[in-house]
């Protein structure tokens, strides 16, 4: 083990020769292993015993919520990685004033690794980016359940408690919200119904992470 899993072992968790740790890989296995060598750049470690984690998502839940500005799409990435979100992107639309980079992509990336690891899953959620709201939502195509939540709906289009199926697009805009044309041509277009997170106008990460923690939940994500 090299690199910045090294340093977080070794300098951060301060793990040393004889620790016991689980390594995960990624692809859906997670590695029982001791540790044998620990270096100045790197860690040696003697792999005891495979299993398939069971602490992955077994339901595809697909975040697309719109930039945020500072540090709230971090927060929004920590918190859908931790509740089960497989796949999170990020979209500009009409009314988001934040902007994203390369730079900014790969600190969202590292943070959902970060995330993926503390709640104990083999995998983090895959990041993409669209500057373009139209190609956002074209990416939820073929999922069995697209639910909008907007700022405006007054009254969900679905119950969440009769949710079926195996995969669930999830859409919630950024602190301008979404526009009146946004909002038809996710209907129209693209299928999607119109939620409702009650008569409260909420931020746009609380918002987020409402929404994934419903949904997670009805899909049996949250049930041990």
């Not at 301060?14 to 689980?22: H, L, N, P, W």
């Not at 992107?89 to 600190?107: L, P």
Request: hydrophobic share 40%; net charge negative; aromatic share 10%.
């Amino acid at each position: 083990m090299s690199g910045d899993e090294f340093c977080h072992a070794a300098k951060v968790l301060r793990v040393t020769e004889g620790e016991e740790v689980v390594l995960l890989d990624g692809f859906g296995k997670e590695y029982s292993a001791i540790v044998t060598k620990v270096s100045k750049k790197e860690m040696t470690c003697h792999i005891t015993g495979e299993a398939f984690s069971d602490k992955d998502p077994k339901k595809d839940i697909y975040l697309l919520c719109g930039a945020l500005k500072g540090d709230k799409t971090e927060l929004v990435i920590q918190k859908a990685t931790e509740l089960g979100a497989t796949k999170i992107g990020i979209f500009r639309s009409k009314y988001c004033s934040a902007y994203f980079n390369d730079n900014r992509v790969e600190r969202w990336e590292r943070v959902s690794r970060e995330a993926a690891k503390q709640c104990g899953r083999s995998s983090p959620g895959l990041i993409l980016t669209f500057d373009d709201f139209g190609t956002a939502l074209e990416s939820a195509a073929g999922y069995e359940n697209k639910l909008f939540f907007c700022e405006f709906e007054t009254l969900s289009g679905a119950d969440m408690s009769n949710l079926s199926g195996d995969s669930f697009a999830v859409v919630v805009g950024s602190e301008g919200g979404f526009s009146e044309d946004e909002y038809a041509l996710a209907k129209e277009k693209y299928a999607f119904t119109g939620m409702s997170l009650g008569k409260r106008i909420l931020r746009a990460e609380t918002a987020a992470i409402s929404a994934v923690t419903l949904v997670s939940y009805f899909a049996g994500e949250l049930k041990s």
